[in-house]
């Protein structure tokens, strides 16, 4: 084996929908507001007794079940949050035992919004080198739990849900090399900070860099990968803002690309917009098997990281 591959992602989200109306009666805002800076209409929110764990778990065992494995299959599990409850034990380790996964290695990433690609390529770099031959890789967050009700510039855009990937040895290599950094003097950007411990950003900041330095970033993933920008079936990027997703698509010239705009039903669900994003597109059928999709997302740090999959 000299690579990695995608076998299968699933999902999950809370029953609860919290639209832009419900808003309304709670902050000063507006639909018209919302949807015009940010394009979102709805956004799920998990239950109080409802942890990151189990949405984790949910999601993995969905993901497992298109795999067509069970957790005695999985020797690594990668949890990308930064919303998890607990210091220890990990989130990684509560999912495994959630699965059934006997012996796994487990690790909980935080790169907040980025978290899912971080995750990816340390899965596919452990497999490569022999350390893991079935991996979950996850991405989840509960998010609503470290929302400020009171600030309407926050508290509109974010959302709970998880998504879920099953990674394995190949004879190809069906994952690129990762493409990755951080901007540590943007590092103040985005927070979730004692002692409020609630959620906060520089939107205006983190905009402007990511409608202008991003485009760049994204391909070089595709020049590392070796794969044109026109030949992509899809394009997944951090589902933070339709304004950021859908000029970043047109910068790098994904003109016959998928473009995942969940963000308008989901909000921004942080590490788990991009396996979640995903996970629906392919539960669609709206991009074809083996297609090459570029993965890439911004997060706290301020972080990136990305790469191209070929679909499952």
């Known amino acids: 084996m000299v690579g990695s591959r995608v076998l299968a992602f ?5 029953a609860k929908v919290l639209t832009n109306a419900d808003l309304e009666q709670m902050v000063d805002t507006s639909d018209e507001w919302i949807q015009s800076r940010v394009g979102i209409k709805t956004r799920r ?3 109080e007794d409802e942890s990151v764990s ?5 999601a993995a065992a969905n993901a497992l079940a298109n795999a067509g494995l069970t957790g005695e299959d999985i020797d690594f599990v990668i949890v990308a949050t930064c919303t998890a409850q607990d210091r220890s034990p990990n989130m990684a380790a509560r999912v495994a035992a959630a699965v059934g996964a006997k012996a796994p290695a487990a690790i909980d990433v935080n790169t907040a919004c980025s978290g899912f690609p971080h995750a990816m390529a340390l899965a596919d770099q452990s497999i490569r080198t022999g350390s ?3 991996a979950l890789v996850i991405g989840v967050e509960k998010l609503t739990d470290f ?3 009171t600030d309407r510039t926050t508290c509109v855009l974010i959302g709970d849900g998880a998504g879920a990937a099953v990674v ?3 004879e190809e290599s069906r994952i690129s090399p990762v493409v990755w950094g951080s901007v540590p003097e943007m590092g103040h950007a985005v927070r979730i900070e004692a002692p409020s411990h609630t959620f906060s ?8 860099w990511a409608t202008t330095a991003l485009p760049k970033v994204a391909l070089e993933v595709c020049e590392r990968a070796g794969v044109k920008p026109e030949d992509l079936g899809g394009v997944v990027l951090h589902q933070a803002n339709l304004r950021i997703i859908e000029p970043l698509a047109r910068k790098i010239g994904a003109v016959n690309a998928v473009v995942a705009k969940d963000v308008v039903d989901s909000g921004n669900t942080s590490a788990a917009s991009i396996p979640l994003a995903l996970s629906k597109l392919i539960e669609r059928g709206e991009i074809e098997k083996g297609a090459p999709v570029l993965l890439f997302a911004f997060g706290g740090g301020l972080s990136y990281a990305g790469q191209i999959i070929h679909c499952p």
Do not use: L
């Not at 950003?201 to 402007?208: I, K, L, P, T, W």
């Open 10 to 14: 699933g999902h999950y989200q809370p």
């Open 45 to 47: 929110v998990a239950a």
């Open 54 to 58: 189990d949405m984790a778990a949910k």
């Open 132 to 134: 893991a031959t079935k």
């Open 147 to 149: 929302a400020d009700w």
């Open 168 to 170: 394995a040895a190949s």
């Open 201 to 208: 950003q520089q939107g205006q900041s983190v905009y402007r």
